[in-house]
């Protein structure tokens, strides 16, 4: 795995941050779901959309600096094959040209 970029770490920051906001608030803004197992569920589908989020974002830059790298990269000119030329020779009888190709 490629080191973590300081955006990619400021975000996982954040995103923490923000899950730990979350759990942290008083009870009282908790009493929308009065079921115990509701809000477990709630907090694990909200992990769960963070989480994606991270994902996703984490594959967009690593496509980034893939793309980056691409363009980085010269194409090499191709090789230069020399082509052997037929060594024909003309020879003169008379009023005739022969040509012996080998």
């Known amino acids: 795995m490629s080191a973590l970029r300081p955006s990619t770490i400021f975000t ?13 608030l008083p009870a009282s803004a ?3 779901n009065s079921a115990t ?7 694990q589908n909200d992990l ?13 830059q690593q496509q980034q600096q893939n793309r980056a790298q691409d363009r980085q990269i ?3 000119p191709p090789p230069v094959v020399q082509q052997l030329k ?7 009888i008379g009023t005739t040209a022969v040509s012996n190709c080998r």
């Open 12 to 24: 996982v920051a954040m995103l923490a941050t923000a899950v730990l906001a979350g759990v942290c």
């Open 30 to 32: 908790q009493a929308l």
């Open 37 to 43: 197992g509701n809000n477990a569920l709630i907090r």
């Open 48 to 60: 769960q959309i963070l989480q994606n989020r991270i994902q996703r974002q984490q594959y967009q």
């Open 74 to 76: 010269v194409q090499q």
């Open 86 to 92: 037929p060594s024909c020779q003309t020879q003169i």
